[in-house]
């Protein structure tokens, strides 16, 4: 008699090899892992141990222990909700509540740092014990995930969300208030950034500062909050201003300026969090946005840099049944450079948001097509980026969106190449052999994989018209 355990493994592999055998091409392989994906990322939400709308970072109680709500994944995580369902979609509106309950009660309980605090315990109280904060990304990224909400709702002529998060009150006592005065009144003090080891001030942190305080501008006018929208527009020109600090004449960004504590390590202060910045905050054009000169001289950095760096970049790649269909790999992405945590590794989620910049690179592109505007565009870095995407030539606007696309589903190539049979993706990929490292099941992996398939189905519907 087959033991039950030894039935339930020939059932799941019997189960997925069938999956897989329905798999015909790249696509059915990008859509396979995008529903197992999404299956993934959902179970990481209310979870039956934790509050309602409370965003595990990943299941992984020891080693690391992530079982905590982190402000800033939870708010990326409905980001990319947002944009892959419907918004009339069930489950999806009754998460936005939760959600928005769930953020607003962590606003009002003790906390050791203000709204800056990192991440919340399972039992609704702030965890307490060491850590690096305040990090003031949480409640610019929070605020512009339910700005747009009430703004595109309002777009329609529903205010109710927006009286719902909003009230101009002082002392603030509505979601987006505490959060926009906390935003426009601190952030020219040093915090933690995003990877939450370095004190100091940081681009990634400045961007989606910005970009929330531009937001605020908005909700406050609809909301006829007048003196408040001149102050957070005040306040984003500061910022926006600041931005300069971290460009030196190289015009490769450097991550953090004025560092006053934390780690001291990253000495080239090359950073992926770069690359997260502009997509956060959907710069696509003009000044430090996806196709700026700077963005795409970091981007090319980046890549060359952790090309070298990681042992996976160079192997050769193996065909065989499994990755029959992928393309050529690109490049796996880390942090930065000098990146110790686990040993220092390439992150599933940091190539997927490589990709996804591609994307958008590919969609601008695309656009210009019918214009004649990209011929004097960027000529300083034109040939720099001519070379990363093997273009030869005088290409044109259409050579450009083609070669994007194509890295774009490289570095996407590279993601699947590394999940396991079942779709299952972790925190980062062994440099070395390219297995799971870090927290298993991380809920941000997910949703920058879902983020980078959306980005790649808009281009398609984008080439269809
Ligand atoms: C935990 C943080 O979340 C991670 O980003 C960091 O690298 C390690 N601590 C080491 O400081
Ligand atoms: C460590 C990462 O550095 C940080 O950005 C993230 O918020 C936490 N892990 C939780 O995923």
């Known amino acids: 008699m087959m033991s039950i355990r030894k039935f339930v493994a020939l059932f799941f592999f019997l189960t997925i090899s069938n999956v897989l055998s329905q798999v015909r091409n790249f696509e059915d392989i990008i859509n396979l892992r995008a529903e197992q994906a999404y299956k993934y990322l959902i179970a990481n939400i209310s979870r039956s141990d934790t509050p309602k709308g409370f965003i595990v970072a990943s299941p992984s109680k020891v080693d690391p222990d992530y079982y905590y709500h982190w402000v800033r994944d939870a708010a990326l995580v409905m980001r990319s909700l947002s944009l892959i369902l419907p918004t009339n979609n069930q489950f999806y509106l009754r998460q936005v509540n939760q959600y928005a309950s769930l953020e607003s009660n962590h606003q009002k309980i003790s906390k050791l740092s203000d709204q800056g605090e990192p991440k919340f315990n399972p039992d609704g ?8 904060r305040p990090q003031n990304d949480g409640p610019a990224l929070r605020s512009a995930y339910f700005s747009n909400i009430a703004l595109a709702k309002a777009a329609k002529g529903d205010l109710n969300y927006l009286k719902k998060f909003y009230a101009p009150n002082l002392p603030a006592r509505s979601l ?71 460009v030196k004449e190289d015009k490769i960004i450097r991550a953090t ?63 065989n049944n499994k990755n029959r269909y992928l393309p050529t790999l690109a490049t796996a992405i880390g942090r930065y450079p000098e990146d110790s945590f686990f040993g220092g590794n390439p992150w599933y ?110 281009l398609q519907k984008q080439n269809r018209r």
């Not at 007048?226 to 931005?243: C, F, M, R, T």
């Not at 196709?291 to 795409?296: K, L, M, N, R, V």
């Open 125 to 132: 109280t702030s965890f307490k014990g060491p850590w690096g």
């Open 257 to 319: 300026v004025k560092r006053v504590g934390g780690l001291d390590s990253k000495h080239s202060q090359l950073d992926s969090s770069v690359i997260l910045a502009v997509l956060h905050t959907d710069r696509i054009e003009g000044h430090l946005s996806i196709t700026s000169e700077e963005i795409q001289k970091t981007f090319i950095t980046l890549d060359q840099t952790f090309k070298k760096l990681y042992p996976i970049n160079q192997k050769k790649v193996i065909r």
């Open 176 to 246: 987006l208030k505490i959060d926009f005065e906390y935003v426009s009144h601190k952030w020219n003090n040093p915090d933690f950034d995003l990877w939450e080891e370095i004190q100091g001030q940081h681009f990634y942190t400045r961007m989606v500062q910005h970009h929330s305080l531009k937001l605020a501008a908005e909700v406050a006018t609809i909301s006829k909050d007048i003196g408040a929208k001149s102050w957070y527009l005040s306040q984003s020109e500061k910022i926006e201003n600041s931005l300069n600090d971290h």
């Open 349 to 458: 989620l940091l190539t997927s948001t490589f990709a996804e910049y591609c994307y958008r690179q590919a969609a601008f592109w695309k656009k210009q097509s019918s214009t004649s505007q990209f011929n004097s565009f960027h000529k300083k870095s034109q040939s720099m980026i001519s070379k990363f995407l093997n273009l030869r030539g005088n290409p044109s606007a259409q050579d450009f969106y083609r070669a994007w696309k194509n890295k774009g589903d490289q570095y996407l190539a590279r993601v699947l190449y590394h999940v396991d049979d079942a779709g299952h993706q972790a925190e980062q990929m062994d440099k070395v052999n390219g297995h799971f490292k870090g927290a298993n099941d991380l809920t941000w992996s997910y949703a920058a994989y879902l983020s980078a398939v959306h980005h790649r189905k808009l």
